[in-house]
């Protein structure tokens, strides 16, 4: 079967600061991947997508950046950290990008 | 491009009363329809999914779904809330045009004993 993982589970850094999350996959091959962000009380942002190792798609403009350095590791990446990146990051993973997308537990990341 | 629309930031019902979430997308069917649902500090999990089967889905957690062509609806119910179905619930819909699932705003359940 599919797991998705994702870690930290929770961080806090200040302003400024770099930021790296890491989400890995295993039980599949070639996956869809997803970063989301939940801010306080919003509902789900998609922030970047990829279908295939090195190959990015941005949805939103910000200081947030992406890769997929391996087929099942997608990492979200800042070099400074804004107050307004405080959130609820997600991970996800599909086998078609119409269809059902299977969600890792999430990183809350406080800004300070 | 698809749209979806949830009735309702924040839905309260009775334990053991009726759990109607709304959700409605645009015109344009979609190839999948999609219920999650998510609790507090958790990652989303798969309700149910519409695929063009059967109209009536059923999913986890004695949850079901309606998609109505229309109405351009996919409302989800339960006969009978209990406590723990106290969560936030999310409708997606496909969107062949741009390849992602497409996002409603979310429904707060809140279940009062």
């Known amino acids: 079967s599919q797991t998705i993982h994702q870690w930290p589970a929770t961080l806090v850094q200040p302003v400024g600061s770099p930021l790296s999350l890491e989400c890995t996959v295993e039980?599949?091959?070639?996956?869809?991947l997803y970063w989301y962000r939940q801010a306080a009380g919003r509902g789900l942002q998609l922030l970047f997508y990829?279908?295939?190792?090195?190959?990015i798609s941005s949805e939103v403009p910000q200081n947030l950046s992406a890769s997929r350095p391996q087929d099942r590791q997608f990492i979200l990446s800042s070099k400074k950290l804004l107050l307004s990146d405080s959130g609820f990051y997600l991970c996800?993973?599909?086998?078609?990008?119409?269809?059902?997308?299977?969600f890792g537990p999430g990183t809350r990341l406080t800004v300070l | 491009a698809q749209s979806v629309t949830q009735l309702g930031s924040h839905v309260s019902v009775s334990e053991g009363a009726l759990v109607l979430l709304r959700c409605n997308y645009s015109?344009?069917?979609?190839?999948?329809l999609f219920w999650y649902v998510q609790y507090p500090n958790q990652g989303l999990q798969l309700l149910l999914k519409?695929?063009?089967?059967a109209t009536l889905v059923k999913g986890i957690n004695g949850f079901e779904a309606e998609f109505k062509k229309s109405e351009t609806s996919f409302h989800l119910t339960k006969p009978s809330a209990h406590m723990s179905d106290a969560a936030e619930y999310f409708c997606?819909?496909?969107?062949?045009?741009?390849?992602?699932?497409?996002w409603g705003a979310g429904t707060k359940l809140i279940i009062k004993p």
């Open positions: 996800a993973w599909s086998r078609d990008t119409t269809d059902t997308q299977y």
């Open positions: 039980g599949t091959s070639n996956p869809n």
């Open positions: 990829s279908v295939g190792i090195g190959q």
């Open positions: 015109s344009s069917v979609p190839p999948y």
């Open positions: 519409y695929t063009s089967a």
């Open positions: 997606a819909v496909s969107d062949k045009s741009n390849y992602q699932l497409i």
